[in-house]
């Protein structure tokens, strides 16, 4: 039974959190435009539903974040290995990674706008900056840490350096990179939204530049919601991919 009760617990916290919600717009009395009330933003919802408005920029959004994702997580795990090792090739390279973390995102999104033109290419760029690093450290770490027995006794079983990747590296490190994974799944929406916040005609951060300009306080929580749920639904893809690759740690 407790078990069960566990599992409705993030239900029963949203349910409380609408019920707090509601009650400090009822007791404060605060204008609509400056907090709506569950039912207001309910009713927006729906309103942008039918009109398809927001499954379209809901999708320009998603598209960016996969694209994104796939572009900094694909490069962030080719390097962290890289540099995984090779000391030599990581004291290079560290000054540069470590200088790109010390700069926002935010502070250069910009530039690469001006740069890379006022279309998607921009918004994957950005996204993919602000996942590169999370997942290039725990690459980095869950590649280290793989136990050195372990490669003595794939040596002493004359595996070649492609078995010893694929064999030991790879699934030794599998927990610390689904780790970082997580995290950079996450990041990938700020990075889509930052981009858009910056110049976008398009997206879920164009509805929010949208709903701010207009006062429309309703669209832009629309807008948030559909960015906490792709946050969500990315995170919750990533656990499915742990129980499906970690099932051995179980055993």
Known sequence: MKISFSRWLGLFSIIIGILGWGLIVRLSGLPRFILPSPLDVWTRLLRSLADGSLLYHTSVTLLEITLGLLVGVTLATVLGYMLAKSHSLEKILSPYLVASQAVPVVAIAPLLVI?????????????????????????????????????????????????????????????????????????????????????????????????????????????????????????????????????????
């Open 115 to 251: 740069w890379l033109g006022h279309g998607i290419i921009s918004k994957v760029v950005i996204c993919a900056l602000i996942v590169f690093f999370p997942v290039l450290v725990n690459t980095v770490v869950g590649v280290r840490a793989v136990p050195p027995a372990l490669y003595d006794m794939m040596n002493s079983l004359r595996a070649s350096r492609w078995q010893v990747m694929t064999k030991l590296e790879v699934p030794a490190s599998m927990p610390v990179l689904l780790a970082g994974l997580r995290i950079g799944a996450t990041l990938s929406v700020i990075g889509a939204i930052v981009g858009e916040l910056v110049d976008a005609k398009e997206g879920l951060g164009y509805l929010l530049k949208v709903g701010d300009f207009q006062y429309d306080t309703s669209m832009v929580f629309v807008a948030v919601i559909m960015l906490v749920a792709l946050a969500l639904s990315l995170y919750g893809i990533v656990t499915l991919l742990e129980k499906r690759f970690l099932k051995w740690q179980n055993k």
